[in-house]
């Protein structure tokens, strides 16, 4: 069975040997990417590999792209269908909820997928999932696909009538080529809206500089008995005693354990040094701007990277709710429209959308929280169980009344009426008063819920 098939199943199988003319909507990637299959990647100025690959292990592309993962694979992802005379529900029985919410796939969770996901965007530009289908046309499982393996193509017709087409080149698989309607495509930023640039491929130099300050302190240390240096004899000796001299050298004071031992000179020695130390060359500074470089690509503030040093207690809570709405809503609304176009019919996307749920990254301090749920349960926008479920807690009864301040009726309207008690029937004695425990008062606890 093809894969064609086994995606759309065997009636809706086709021939997509004859795809017209097609080509590669950015060459430099898949360039890249076959060099990196190779060991390699194209160099930077520094003289560096930059790849993928190569730029995680530099601690502030890891650092970024793992925050801005998790965070997106964390918050919450549901499926809304408008109610008519306006509001929104939870479509709790739509296949497609479940889907989202909970697991794409019977091997992964939501949070794996969405992280997944958007590291690939975050550090190629571009993250794929084939779509599998059952026999009414639905979605029922999304599964990710290395965006190394996927070249998109596109197909002229008519005009300027565009169709996209997904050639996967899996090692050990056939090539297969597949329409679009066959793949989940996440776009990073793009130049022509088919596919997402590298962050990548476009800093390189600036990556790359951060690696290549990293190797340099790695060889820094590795070599830390002053390296950059001559023993200055006064006469000539042969090869096999500048060897069996520098070997003794090298062995008593090269690596970071040998650091700081004390070197013995007999007197026809000398040492010239004839380098920079780290303090002359600013080396921490310089590692410290090119972090700062990498956190302005990805949009993340210092602290979020456990960069303290401009950091107090009165702007941090600010700068995590500038993080929220100037780095993640972008991608929050970047994956709420993938997933409409790519997961919905055409006539559900008119009732039916998705929205994730970033109230616990916006919520501030537990007295500015209570603080507005005052003003608004006085002001009569917010109840009781309102509060409750921003709060993440059980309702209460009688708890969806909302007050109206009584200074705020519109003229000549009579005041709202107070909420009826249900009344002892006439013809019984009313209830006696409850007995005051040791002649104390007779109010309710305040931990009654009753």
Not at 113 to 134: C, H, I, P, S, T
Request: glycine share 8%; charged share 25%; proline share 6%.
């Amino acid at each position: 069975m093809s894969l064609f098939t086994r995606i759309f199943g065997a009636s809706k199988a086709k021939s997509l040997g004859n795809v017209g003319v097609a080509y590669s909507d950015d060459p430099t990637d898949w360039f890249t990417d076959w060099l990196e299959g190779l060991g390699g990647g194209a160099r930077n100025h520094a003289g560096v590999r930059v790849t993928p690959n190569t730029a995680m292990q530099t601690a502030a592309v890891w650092a970024c792209v793992r925050i801005r993962s998790e965070d997106i694979g964390k918050i919450p992802c549901h499926l809304y269908r408008r109610v008519k005379g306006g509001g929104k529900e939870r479509a709790t029985n739509h296949p497609i909820y479940s889907l989202v919410r909970d697991a794409p796939n019977p091997r992964m969770g939501a949070l794996d997928f969405r992280q997944l996901m958007q590291a690939w965007v975050d550090l190629r530009g571009n993250a794929y999932a084939m779509k599998e289908y059952d026999g009414a046309g639905r979605v029922t499982a999304l599964w990710p696909i290395d965006p190394t393996f996927v070249t998109v193509l596109r197909y002229y017709g008519d005009g300027l009538d565009q169709e996209l087409f997904y050639r996967i080149a899996i090692p050990g698989t056939e090539m297969v080529t597949l329409p679009a309607e066959a793949i989940f495509h996440l776009r990073g930023l793009s130049l022509d809206g088919m596919t997402g640039l590298s962050p990548i491929a476009y800093h390189r130099e600036t990556i790359g500089l951060s690696i290549a300050s990293s190797e340099y302190g790695s060889a820094f240390f590795g070599n830390s008995a002053q390296p950059k240096g001559i023993l200055k004899l006064p006469g000539q000796i042969g090869k096999d005693a500048a060897d069996a001299l520098r070997a003794d050298w090298e062995r008593k004071f090269k690596g970071a354990k040998n650091a700081g031992r004390l070197a013995i000179l007999d007197g026809s020695m000398d040492w010239v040094k004839t380098g920079m130390d780290n303090s002359d060359a600013q080396y921490l500074e310089t590692r410290r701007f090119q972090n700062s470089e990498i956190w302005r690509i990805y949009r993340v503030p210092p602290h979020k990277v456990a960069d303290l040093d401009k950091a107090t207690f009165s702007n941090i809570e600010q700068q995590s709710l500038e993080y929220v709405t100037d780095c993640l809503m972008t991608e929050f609304v970047r994956w709420e429209q993938a997933l409409a176009r790519e997961l919905l019919l055409d006539a559900e996307r008119a009732d039916l959308f998705f929205e994730f749920m970033p109230d616990a990254l916006l919520r501030g301090d537990l007295l500015s929280r209570y603080q507005a749920y005052a003003i608004g349960r006085n002001w009569g926008w917010l109840s009781v169980n309102d509060i409750c479920e921003m709060e993440n807690r059980n309702g209460v009864p009688n708890g969806d009344i909302y007050l109206q301040p009584l200074n705020m009726v519109e003229a000549g309207s009579p005041p709202p009426a107070a909420p009826a008690s249900p009344s002892a029937p006439a013809d019984e004695p009313p209830a006696p008063a409850p007995a005051k425990p040791n002649g104390k008062h007779n109010g309710s606890s305040l931990n009654d819920r009753s």
